[in-house]
């Protein structure tokens, strides 16, 4: 049944707008959106045939043959409406108006999902909880948070993240939070704001008609967030705790002693503290979200002695789930620790994304979901079903119990059980999913699985990745093409992986710099088209038997290609490489007659694309020359055209140029290191996102004597007694020599700690002098923190580019998302 309406209400269990996701498809609703660069449109039919009867789609898309094959189907509701995401929102906001117990809403810059997530620990045997799964804070993941609402919850804990005005107002009308936090303001997502204040007044509309927020007063002469919320809700009970004043407000007193930290919360006046709590952390950010935590769930009823004991169960919170290289060719995706239903649903499509290697999940029992058992184990041997995983382990009594539910299982009974058995060593050349529950300890699986050969990593943030390839996607609109660069390792951050999402994402071209590098990208299912910037004739061969697409940029290139197709009896696709001022590779403007008299008597060849390259487009002092240079490439590219008697893709703006140089943009644009978010235009800098994160680990701390000296040539001295740390990382890794002697600092706890003497080839010093709370199990950051790739480029007096391709292979790559 076709209607052309908002549905009033759902027969489905689950909603989706994602067809890669979809896990029991006839208990689920699909909304298909005609987006900038996707359609979901194109996937009804296939999902009808798996079984989907519910769809909501748009009237702007809805015509043609889909929507005359649909008026058949029988079984089937089709809603459709004007706009599929505003309908969403609408009918989870008549989901969440079902249920009266109390919504707490966590909004803020930083912190809201480790808010939700241990506000949920410590209310977990009080309440029955319901809340966001992962980071579903945005107008798409707080509805489809909001559908898990039941009647059988007490609770309801969900974050609320946005990046632009008036979306808030959206989220409110959903969610109707109760209770609030607010966490930690600071400088995310702050690119579509005028100002911060306009920022932090958006944020707060989510609690326009709570009852009581919590939040942190920094400043008690000036407090933004109580002016601004007895604007907007004059009703609401402020509860800002400071940790400034024991006569202001709720004061609280953090004492830290080792790794851990001593909460006390007192309010004015008063002399018993409410809250004397211990946590297994001494960092700042982890204590204010333990503390707001802890008055809010004082709030909810839970008394000192209880909180006192729920908060030593407070543990680090994996948002992001990482995949690591592991042993025999294996490929570990870690989301250990988040052992829910959700994200298990979440996680189990990326089993499949590597079609060369078999898929595995390791998986313990789920606690404390309040889903009876036998549902809870029939649900989710049929996700496993469904997504037809290969191999599953299993660890835990539970999975034990319920073993028959699952086609085939191993089950042990615990982690220990599972390595002692051997089966581990068993497992090759596939994807390894593991999630588990803290109590089974799967960081032990990891270390077993896991290829540990060096413990220097490169952290490559594909969440953020993904936001800077949206940004630019945005920004250049749905009519101009998008090229991405991959050559040299993808910048060294991985080629298959980055070109694998580059792929699913639907770029329009890669870029390689050599055939080798394009070979190695299709035989890992890579079929984009793909460019080579310096092919070579004797590789003609393995250009075309693998489909790509040669760089050609002299009139002997090109009669040797031309040549080589009519031996071959080939049809070669190319793309004409034109000098406007590089004075690099490429055809100068007196060929530019030659090459397009060759062009036109050459039928073999079909050129795809007319480029050229920038030499300045970073450098406003050269704009005159860019935009000269611009200009000869479009008139070059006008006669070869004229002679060849077809339009091309003419491309010519590379990452610098796209913001700076609009009218470069023409047909397609080059992006490259600005998908890392590194960029050097102040107005891009703070709309794209840190992608590449440097870490290694502390080897060893010496304390130093002042007449003593440290390392190669004796060059490296402190100023009188002192400590360094030796990090495990050196020029070998590719942190450049440049950076020693005090030019390069690490990020250690929060600390910038200064080199001291030289960069050895595997290792380097510190100065951690000041900063006695630093031990030889923290972490130091190369880049990606406090210390931006830009700026440490600019202290080794060099580019980003240099010292992105410069990191060793033997640095392991580590990819995070979520």
Request: with cysteine; net charge neutral; proline share 3%.
């Amino acid at each position: 049944m076709i209607q052309h309406k908002n549905p009033a209400h759902l027969r489905a269990s689950f909603l989706s707008l994602d067809s890669r996701q979809i896990y029991e498809p006839s208990k689920t609703a699909f909304f298909a959106v005609n987006g900038l660069h996707h359609d979901g449109h194109q996937y009804v039919e296939s999902l009808y045939a798996k079984g989907v009867r519910e769809f909501i789609v748009e009237e702007s898309a809805w015509h043609g043959p889909i929507a005359e094959k649909a008026a058949k189907w029988e079984q089937t509701n089709i809603y459709v409406v004007e706009n599929s995401i505003a309908t969403l929102q609408e009918i989870a906001q008549q989901h969440r108006a079902q249920f009266q117990y109390p919504v707490i809403g966590i909004t803020g810059s930083n912190g809201k999902t480790i808010c939700k997530e241990w506000l949920a620990t410590l209310c977990n045997h009080a309440f029955t909880v319901v809340k966001s799964p992962k980071s579903f804070n945005s107008q798409i993941g707080v509805p489809l948070s909001l559908w898990a609402m039941q009647e059988k919850h007490n609770l309801g804990i969900f974050e609320a993240g946005i990046s632009q005005k008036g979306e808030m107002d959206k989220i409110e009308a959903m969610l109707k939070p109760d209770y609030g936090i607010f966490t930690h303001f600071g400088e995310a997502h702050g690119s579509n704001f005028s100002s911060d204040e306009e920022k932090l007044r958006e944020k707060l509309q989510l609690f326009k008609r709570a009852k009581k927020l919590v939040y942190r007063v920094t400043n008690l002469q000036d407090d933004p967030i109580k002016q601004i919320m007895q604007e907007i809700n004059p009703s609401c009970e402020l509860i800002g705790w400071n940790t400034i004043s024991p006569d202001k407000g709720l004061f609280t007193f953090w004492q830290t002693k080792g790794k851990t930290a001593q909460i006390k919360v007192i309010k004015a006046a008063q002399s018993e503290t409410f809250i004397d709590s211990s946590i297994d952390f001494n960092d700042e950010a982890s204590l204010e979200n333990s503390t707001h935590c802890l008055i809010m769930a004082s709030i909810l009823g839970l008394n000192r002695d209880t909180l006192s004991l729920k908060a030593r169960a407070l543990k680090p919170v994996s948002m992001r789930l990482e995949m690591k290289e592991g042993l025999r060719g294996n490929t570990l995706i870690d989301d250990s620790y988040n052992n829910d239903l959700d994200g298990l649903r979440l996680a189990l499509p990326l089993l499949k994304k590597n079609k060369h290697k078999k898929s595995v999940l390791i998986l313990s029992d789920f606690l404390e979901t309040g889903i009876p058992e036998k549902e809870l184990y029939t649900t989710i041997a049929a996700l496993v079903r469904h997504q037809k995983i290969d191999r599953m382990i299993g660890i835990g009594d539970q999975i034990l119990r319920n073993k028959a539910n699952f086609d085939q299982i191993d089950v042990f009974h615990s982690t220990e059980d599972l390595i002692s058995s051997g089966l581990l060593n068993t497992i090759n050349t596939s994807q390894i999913l593991l999630k588990g529950a803290r109590k089974f300890n799967f960081e032990k699986l990891v270390h077993n699985l896991e290829n540990k050969t060096h413990r220097t990593q490169l952290e490559v943030n594909l969440d953020a990745l993904q936001h800077n390839l949206a940004y630019f996607k945005k920004d250049i609109g749905p009519e101009t093409k998008l090229m991405v660069m991959v050559k040299a390792f993808a910048y060294g951050t991985g080629a298959i992986e980055i070109a694998t999402l580059l792929q699913n994402s639907g770029v329009n071209y890669l870029t390689v710099a050599y055939t080798d590098e394009g070979v190695y990208l299709r035989k890992h299912g890579i079929f984009v088209p793909i460019m080579v910037m310096n092919p070579q004739i004797e590789e003609f061969d393995k250009l075309t038997d693998n489909g790509l697409e040669p760089e050609i940029y002299s009139l002997e290139l090109l009669k040797a290609i031309d040549e080589y197709g009519i031996q071959q009896g080939k049809n070669i696709k190319i793309h004409i490489k034109l000098d406007t001022g590089m004075k690099r590779l490429g055809f100068e403007a007196s060929e530019i007659a030659e090459l397009s008299e060759n062009l036109a008597q050459m039928p073999h060849l079909w050129v795809a694309s007319i480029l050229s390259h920038l030499a300045a487009a970073d450098s406003p002092q050269h704009a005159d020359f860019t935009e000269e240079q611009i200009k000869r490439f479009n008139s070059a590219a006008s006669e070869i055209e004229s002679s060849l008697g077809y339009q091309t893709i003419k491309h010519i703006a590379n990452s610098a140029a796209i913001q700076s140089y609009p009218s470069a943009r023409l047909d397609m644009v080059r992006l490259g290191i600005s998908l890392y978010g590194i960029t050097g235009n102040p107005n891009v800098k703070n709309k794209i996102e840190n992608v590449l994160t440097l870490k290694t680990s502390i080897s060893q701390i010496k304390n130093i004597a002042p007449e003593e000296t440290i390392g190669y040539g004796r060059r490296g001295k402190l100023a009188g007694s002192g400590r360094i740390a030796t990090l495990a990382i050196g020029y070998a890794d590719g942190y450049s020599r440049a950076l020693g002697m005090g030019k390069g600092s690490f990020e250690i706890k929060g600390h910038l700690c200064p080199t001291v003497g030289s960069i050895c080839m595997d290792m380097c010093m510190v100065d951690i002098s000041q900063f006695p709370d630093i031990s030889v199990e923290d972490t130091a950051i190369a880049f990606g923190g406090k210390i931006q790739l830009y700026e440490l480029a600019k202290q080794a007096e060099t580019i980003p580019y240099e010292l992105m391709t410069n990191i060793s292979e033997r640095v392991k790559r580590v990819y995070v998302t979520g």
